[in-house]
């Protein structure tokens, strides 16, 4: 398989399966519900690792997350663990939603202090870092590649945030001293504080796997200054790190548009809650995972478009389908083996959809998720019933009654669309 490396910008070939496949893919710092950005490294990680393991690679995906940060400390003053560890539940519940499934591992940063001080340690000893005052600071002028992941010349990187205590304005900080209102802090050989952001993902990647791994992942946003910090780290102790870099393109916003469903709340559980999963997996699936993605109204009707396009066609095919081995798969191999194009295999799934090729597609889309458009289970009696006597409504022209039956149906969790056929109506999973 074939994806392209940030790192060299150039697609680069994974070794044969059925090698070992490790890719760690940077999560979330939980201080608020996760916004549906959040979600395009989940899902992209998710994906390829069903594709991954379906080649026959031995796949692990770790996804981290970050619960002490100062995001955390400036949303909840001396709460900050408390909010973590609900931000947290919040991020597993609605991940856990778009019905993906989960990754293999899910670090803590606050659960791996000892692994971070050690890291750091090293780093001390070796003269590539350096504490001062309780904070410890890594000096970047020591890395003569630093900027090469981001592309930045070194002389050009900027201090993030301006500091007398370090040595060079570039230095970043790997651990920092307790501060007053901070309620989470660790002993360390360089007193009483909490990591660095940075420092927090090398070690959790390398407990996890070692000095080297195949794949790193994350949002175009943590190129600079995260993954080049990562890399500069890991890189200082003479490791290799990751392998292959796959930054995902960012969320583009339009909020007049996207307002009219879902107001000022982008977050993840809003989306689920308005749109549901397969409409949230649809708009992810419509777009390469490297490019940015506009995100409002339009796109994702176009996206619930499709869902309901996939939904008819196998709630309109024939009764007994025998099921099969996919026909197609060599098909859809061709388009995700170079570079995960997602966009190509929803434009296969829709050729499929017109050849009549249901196991190939039932198949496809259940790959990634979608399995449930081509689900065509009975609605449960309760609901029949609500039908049946919005039914008769109509038929006697109590329109009011038969719109207020019909958002009963909708209630429970079910759309009921009228046909010309008997009995008159189809009652459809809501999406």
């Known amino acids: 398989m074939r994806l392209y490396n940030t790192l060299t910008r150039r697609l680069e070939e994974l070794p044969p399966p059925p090698g070992p496949v490790r890719m760690y893919f940077c999560g979330p710092t939980v201080y608020q519900r996760a916004h549906i950005g959040n979600a395009r490294p989940f899902v992209v990680g998710?994906?390829?690792?069903?594709?991954?393991?379906?080649?026959?690679?031995?796949?692990?995906?770790?996804?981290?997350?970050?619960?002490?940060?100062?995001?955390?400390?400036?949303?909840?003053?001396?709460?900050?663990?408390?909010?973590?560890?609900?931000?947290?539940?919040?991020?597993?519940?609605?991940?856990?939603?778009?019905?993906?499934?989960?990754?293999?591992?899910?670090?803590?940063?606050?659960?791996?202090?000892?692994?971070?001080?050690?890291?750091?340690?090293?780093?001390?000893?070796?003269?590539?870092?350096?504490?001062?005052?309780?904070?410890?600071?890594?000096?970047?002028?020591?890395?003569?590649?630093?900027?090469?992941?981001?592309?930045?010349?070194?002389?050009?990187?900027?201090?993030?945030?301006?500091?007398?205590?370090?040595?060079?304005?570039?230095?970043?900080?790997?651990?920092?001293?307790?501060?007053?209102?901070?309620?989470?802090?660790?002993?360390?050989?360089?007193?009483?504080?909490?990591?660095?952001?940075?420092?927090?993902?090398?070690?959790?990647?390398?407990?996890?796997?070692?000095?080297?791994?195949?794949?790193?992942?994350?949002?175009?946003?943590?190129?600079?200054?995260?993954?080049?910090?990562?890399?500069?780290?890991?890189?200082?102790?003479?490791?290799?790190?990751?392998?292959?870099?796959?930054?995902?393109?960012?969320?583009?916003?339009?909020?007049?548009?996207?307002?009219?469903?879902?107001?000022?709340?982008?977050?993840?559980?809003?989306?689920?809650?308005?749109?549901?999963?397969?409409?949230?997996?649809?708009?992810?699936?419509?777009?390469?995972?490297?490019?940015?993605v506009d995100f409002d109204d339009g796109t994702l009707a176009q996206a619930k478009a499709q869902v309901d396009t996939f939904r008819n066609f196998f709630l309109d095919g024939e009764e007994g389908e025998e099921e099969g081995e996919p026909i197609l798969e060599t098909e859809l191999a061709a388009v995700l083996e170079d570079d995960f194009n997602t966009p190509d295999a929803l434009a296969l799934f829709h050729d499929w959809r017109a050849r009549e090729e249901a196991a190939s597609l039932r198949w496809g889309l259940g790959l990634l998720g979608l399995g449930s458009v081509a689900e065509t289970a009975a609605a449960p009696p309760e609901v029949v019933e609500l039908a049946e006597r919005r039914r008769e409504a109509r038929a006697a022209k109590d329109f009011a009654e038969a719109d207020r039956l019909r958002d009963e149906v909708a209630a429970a969790g079910w759309e009921v669309r009228d046909i010309a056929v008997p009995p008159g109506y189809r009652l459809v999973p809501r999406s």
């Open 46 to 292: 998710m994906w390829l690792r069903a594709w991954l393991r379906l080649r026959g690679y031995d796949v692990t995906l770790v996804h981290n997350i970050t619960d002490v940060n100062d995001k955390i400390y400036d949303a909840a003053p001396g709460a900050s663990a408390e909010l973590a560890a609900n931000a947290t539940a919040w991020y597993l519940e609605d991940t856990g939603d778009l019905g993906l499934g989960m990754p293999d591992a899910l670090p803590k940063a606050t659960e791996s202090i000892p692994e971070i001080v050690g890291f750091i340690a090293q780093l001390v000893d070796s003269g590539h870092a350096y504490p001062v005052d309780g904070d410890v600071y890594f000096r970047v002028a020591r890395d003569p590649d630093y900027g090469r992941l981001s592309g930045q010349r070194p002389d050009q990187v900027e201090e993030q945030e301006p500091n007398p205590l370090k040595e060079d304005p570039r230095d970043f900080a790997l651990w920092k001293a307790n501060k007053p209102g901070e309620d989470t802090a660790w002993d360390s050989p360089w007193g009483r504080g909490r990591p660095g952001w940075h420092i927090e993902c090398s070690a959790m990647a390398e407990a996890a796997f070692g000095p080297a791994f195949e794949i790193h992942g994350g949002g175009l946003d943590l190129v600079f200054p995260h993954h080049e910090n990562e890399l500069a780290q890991s890189r200082a102790l003479g490791h290799e790190f990751a392998k292959l870099w796959m930054h995902n393109g960012m969320l583009e916003f339009s909020g007049e548009k996207m307002s009219k469903s879902l107001g000022n709340d982008v977050s993840l559980r809003n989306v689920l809650d308005t749109w549901g999963r397969e409409t949230a997996l649809m708009f992810f699936l419509s777009a390469h995972w490297r490019s940015p």
